[in-house]
């Protein structure tokens, strides 16, 4: 049985520290629980922090880069895969992710959230930001979770994994 992938979307320049500890932790846990996480695979912000996180549980990443070789990549990332299609890449982060975490939010992070949302794929909002909470979840209050913190994340990936039919 292919083991679930997990993306976790956020901020990168522009996260806030509650972002990166949020990711991090939220990395941790992915591992623990045996699944896959992946990321826009570069080293800053949401993405470097969920993928340390990973790493230091035992797990393993991918990153998915916007470039086409790997001068920004997080070195917690085990698999790199370079698309040179600059911020089209968030499509393929979308589509690959069974669940998406959206660890904060930034223009690129609502724009990976409005790609799942829009091919089927739950979303989950670990943010301290209600207006897109409200935002997205009235897009699609079916697809759309709202997260409190990272166990609740978890035990809501669980959910959603056992009930919902992973394109």
Not at 24 to 52: F, S
Not at 147 to 153: G, I, L
Not at 159 to 167: C, D, F, V, Y
Request: hydrophobic content about 40%; some cysteine.
């Amino acid at each position: 049985m292919r083991k679930p992938i997990i993306g976790v979307m956020g901020p990168g320049d522009l996260a806030t520290e509650t972002d990166i500890k949020n990711a991090y932790k939220l990395g941790k846990l992915i591992a623990q629980e045996n699944w896959l996480l992946l990321t826009g695979g570069r080293n800053v912000g949401v993405m470097d922090a969920a993928n340390k996180g990973a790493k230091e549980a035992g797990g393993l990443t991918i990153g998915i880069l916007p470039s086409k070789n790997t001068k920004n990549v997080s070195d917690a990332v085990d698999i790199a895969i370079l698309t040179d299609l600059g911020n089209a890449r968030n499509n393929i982060n979308a589509l690959s992710s069974d669940v998406i975490v959206a660890c904060g939010i930034g223009l690129g992070t609502a724009s990976e959230i409005a790609l799942a949302l829009k091919t089927g794929k739950p979303v989950i909002l670990l943010s301290e930001h209600p207006e897109s909470q409200q935002f997205f979840k009235g897009l699609s209050p079916n697809l759309t979770f709202i997260a409190v913190d990272t166990e609740q994340t978890i035990k809501l990936i669980k959910e959603i994994l056992n009930n919902h039919n992973p394109n």
